[in-house]
């Protein structure tokens, strides 16, 4: 027992040290390009962001989840699993790149009201097979609780965009910001592709290729039985933040604000406020790829002791991390903003969102936890109803002429909705 303990504990390590590392990283990279681009540059690519991440969300289809629960149950050879979730997700991803580059035009022009979202949605969606694979690859080395991999390839993955990022976009960005955004969205491919070849050296040495390569028709059953309960309340969540900006956009532009303050307004909440909010999610991602293989192991041998016990530690790291992070960035918003973005703009938003964020980082760990216990459904019924007060209380508020106020409140709405939910739900699953 005291071995198992050990490797959650080692798991959860690394991938925290090799989260830090990357993130530390990730903002010397998001402080470079945001410095290149400027301000408008970032509204642009931040009201592209939430067609984004639905379509990051639809291409991944939570396989990597699926992967690593059943890798770590040993239902069936790990590398066919690897194969067909691979088979699977690529499909996936080339029939999301017809669809947008058949609808992007109407995507910018019409719900975003902004043409110039509709290259550079074109220039995500290219992005998507690459990053679709490597997420693969991860979910296979998590379910064997193999973390080194997935350290290695995020901190190398990081490093080689930002060598590409500094060495190349200044130069495009004197043709003109819209060149400079669309390289910066497809620079992550080279990265992507690094953190694959990284992973394919750690994958075992003999591969048998006439068996082991070939899409295997029950293991597809198997993943998509975990995958789709799975990844519908990350579709769900995605779809919100993918009208969020539409509702935000049609009804302040209704209600007489102009274009230009929503786009700035917007790209600052998101770019600068939630992104600098969202600092410590490497730490919450860490115990919750951790945990998934963890508690999906001891619940399906019954051993509800070990169940609880891993997720009551899963809580308090959120918990502790949520408290140190939120009053941190409450205390320090303003240096903080100034010192990674030369702009203090969104620490108005800060100030309001930081105490809440404390019960934010707890999702994480709460959904991750019923979902290794075979409750995707539940968590995708909270997702739903969450989303769904969400966009009523921002639509309602988007009228009360509060401007960006409105989505910082109904933000508050939903995280405090949703936590409650979660952590009631898996209360009750446990006692």
């Given amino acids: 027992m005291a071995k198992k303990n050990n490797l959650f504990i080692k798991s ?50 939570a396989i990597p989840i699926s992967i690593s629960k059943l890798v770590a149950e040993n239902k069936g050879r790990s590398i066919r699993i690897l ?28 719900l975003l009201k902004e043409p110039l979202a509709s290259p550079i949605l074109k220039a995500m969606v290219l992005t998507l097979p690459f990053v679709s694979i490597s997420s693969v690859l991860k979910g296979y080395f998590a379910g064997k609780q193999n973390m080194i991999p997935h350290a290695t390839s995020n901190i190398l993955e990081q490093i080689v965009r930002l060598i590409i990022i500094v060495a190349i976009l200044p130069i495009l960005m004197k043709k003109n910001v819209l060149i400079a955004i669309l390289g ?17 050296f750690f994958l075992p040495k003999k591969i048998n290729f006439n068996t082991n390569l070939k899409p295997n028709m029950t293991i597809t059953k198997d993943i998509l039985d975990i995958s789709i309960p799975t990844v519908s309340s990350r579709i769900v969540g995605n779809i919100g933040y993918f009208f969020e900006p539409i509702i935000l956009t049609n009804l302040l532009l209704l209600t007489g604000y102009n274009n230009q303050y929503i786009l700035a307004e917007y790209g600052a909440y998101n770019a600068y406020s939630i992104s600098l909010l969202t600092m410590p999610s490497f730490f919450i991602a860490a115990v919750a790829t951790s945990l998934l293989p963890e508690v ?16 009551k530690q899963g809580l308090l790291f959120a918990f502790v991390i949520g408290i140190v992070f939120s009053t941190f960035i409450f205390l320090f918003r303003d240096p903080l903003l100034f010192s990674l973005y030369k702009t203090t703009i969104g620490s108005k938003y800060i100030k309001i969102l930081a105490p809440i964020f404390v019960l934010f980082y707890l999702e994480g760990v709460l959904t991750s936890s019923l979902q290794a216990m075979g409750y995707a459904k539940t968590t ?5 109803y969450g989303v769904l007060i969400k966009l009523i209380f921002l639509s309602i508020l988007s009228l009360c002429h509060i401007g960006i106020y409105s989505l910082v409140i109904s933000e508050i709405i939903n995280i405090l909705f949703v936590v409650y939910l979660n952590f009631k739900c898996l209360n009750q699953k446990l006692n």
Avoid: Q
Avoid at 184 to 200: G, P
Avoid at 296 to 311: A, C, L, P, Q, W
């Fill in 12 to 61: 959860t390590l690394i991938l925290i040290l090799s989260g830090f590392l990357t993130k530390f990283i990730g903002f010397v990279i998001r402080i470079v390009y945001t410095r290149i681009i400027g301000p408008y540059g970032i509204s642009l690519y931040a009201i592209a962001t939430p067609t984004y991440s639905l379509l990051l969300t639809i291409a991944t289809l």
């Fill in 83 to 110: 194969t067909t979730a691979a088979a699977i997700i690529l499909t996936i991803n080339a029939i999301l790149i017809l669809i947008i580059f058949a609808s992007s035009n109407f995507i910018a022009e019409v």
């Fill in 296 to 311: 999906s192991k001891f619940y399906t041998s019954g051993n509800m002791i070990m169940v609880k016990r891993r997720i």
């Fill in 380 to 384: 995708m019924k909270i997702s739903l």
């Fill in 184 to 200: 910066l969205i497809l620079l992550t491919i080279v990265s992507e592709i690094t953190s694959i070849i990284v992973f394919f």
